[in-house]
């Protein structure tokens, strides 16, 4: 892990300086960096967050990779528990992945960047050993709740004691933090290491095409250093000698791309992963990024247009959901505390009682909603609108919802 933030001048798995700029998302701050209410106004850092292409493997990837340090700070607020999609999501991942790997009693699991342990219980629960390994206060969470994690970023060190304190792993899983971590083929060169021979390297990430299709420029913020087709993804693993042999799309985070690989020849390759490949390859990256910029700039003039015709008509707004994309979207739009007047959190959030990144606007509870009645709620969490809006209303909330992306609506 480097000790410092760096411009990318070449790409971050090939070396190949053939990098292309495809969208930009302005300067942002850290997302999880939320200071408490009431502090006084100081500088705060804030980084140019510009998309580039590789020409060469087609990864997509940030220009500047900013200091880990920075970005997961030990007071690190996101815990996985507090979202049932991502709850229900790792039960689902427990049921596949046991049915495609071969466990026994004793087959190690370990999770890279596993947060609270909220994956790993699965595997708890299972009967199986587990490890997470976790550079947050999470980590301490996790362990209360019975989940043995180490508080550690994942680097050779970390793996390497992982392996001599309890030997090679049958699976090594890292959801959506996988495009998180610096010096991509290090990262899969420690993987393998910690593997058996039929052991399995199970990812999670956000998929490059989901994020197209949808509209997602709120996920472009500086804790996602890549975003990964199948094709780009495979790339990256075929350099610690990997072969993936099942993927498919989730909806885990707007749409996600969970992918199996081994060590060539471990496992017969599935159907899915010919299939994958060839949908990516019918679209050109090029002309999907030309449409992607003009619909973020139609996408931000239209939302804009419709809350100062809220405001305007005396609405009083509110946000609902703290998630690191609500900080891309808050930002991109210039959003401030005189168009929304506070952020809700469910209760227990760690991001509650502070501002959100960059902004005076208040994170407050849930209950507010229901106290003070405003008018509208503004789902920054609008990727689980489905989910979100039921809730609400059967909560009580009478108000109308806007859906922010992939094109602005109000919901009566």
């Known amino acids: 892990m480097r000790e410092s933030s760096y411009v990318v001048r070449e790409c971050q798995v090939c070396r190949s300086d053939k990098l292309e700029p495809a969208a930009f998302a302005g300067y942002l701050p850290p997302v999880n960096q939320l200071r408490p209410l009431g502090t006084p106004l100081a500088e705060q850092p804030a980084y140019p967050a510009q998309v580039l292409h590789c020409q060469n493997c087609q990864l997509v990837q940030l220009g500047l990779v900013v200091d880990a340090r920075i970005l997961f700070p030990p007071e690190y607020p996101y815990t996985s528990r507090t979202t049932k999609i991502l709850r229900d999501n790792f039960a689902e991942l427990y049921t596949e992945a046991t049915s495609l790997v071969p466990f026994d009693p004793k087959s190690l699991v370990v999770d890279i960047g596993s947060n609270d342990g909220t994956l790993l219980s699965n595997f708890v629960r299972g009967g199986h050993p587990v490890c997470g390994i976790e550079p947050t206060e999470r980590a301490h969470e996790a362990n209360a709740a019975g989940v043995h994690t180490e508080m550690a970023f994942f680097d050779a060190h970390s793996a390497g004691r992982v392996v001599s304190q ?26 393998a290491g910690m593997l058996d021979e039929r052991g399995v390297f199970i990812s999670e990430s956000h998929y490059l095409h989901s994020l197209l299709e949808t509209l997602q420029y709120d996920t472009i913020y500086h804790e996602h250093l890549r975003y990964y087709s199948l094709q780009s993804l495979a790339y990256l693993l075929q350099t610690g000698d990997f072969e993936v042999f099942h993927a498919r799309r989730i909806p885990t985070h707007g749409g996600s791309v969970r992918v199996y690989a081994a060590r060539k020849g471990a496992y017969p390759i599935q159907p899915s992963v010919a299939a994958m490949l060839a949908a990516e390859r019918a679209l050109p990256l090029a002309d999907q990024f030309r449409e992607f910029r003009e619909r973020m700039v139609r996408s931000k003039l239209e939302l804009y247009r419709l809350l100062a015709d809220l405001r305007g008509r005396g609405k009083r707004i509110v946000g609902i959901g703290a998630p690191s994309r609500a900080s891309t979207l808050i930002t991109y739009l210039g959003l401030d505390e005189g168009i929304l007047d506070a952020v809700l959190e469910v209760p227990g959030s760690h991001k509650v009682g502070k501002y959100m990144p960059g902004t005076l606007i208040p994170v407050l509870a849930e209950n507010y909603l229901f106290e003070r009645k405003p008018d509208i709620a503004l789902l920054l969490s609008w990727h689980i609108a489905d989910e979100l809006i039921p809730k609400l209303r059967a909560k009580g909330f009478a108000g109308q919802f806007v859906v922010p992306l992939p094109e602005p609506r109000l919901v009566e």
């Open 166 to 191: 309890l030997g090679k792993a049958r699976a090594v899983i890292a959801t959506n933090v996988f495009a998180h971590i610096d010096d991509a083929q290090s990262v899969v060169k420690n993987i």
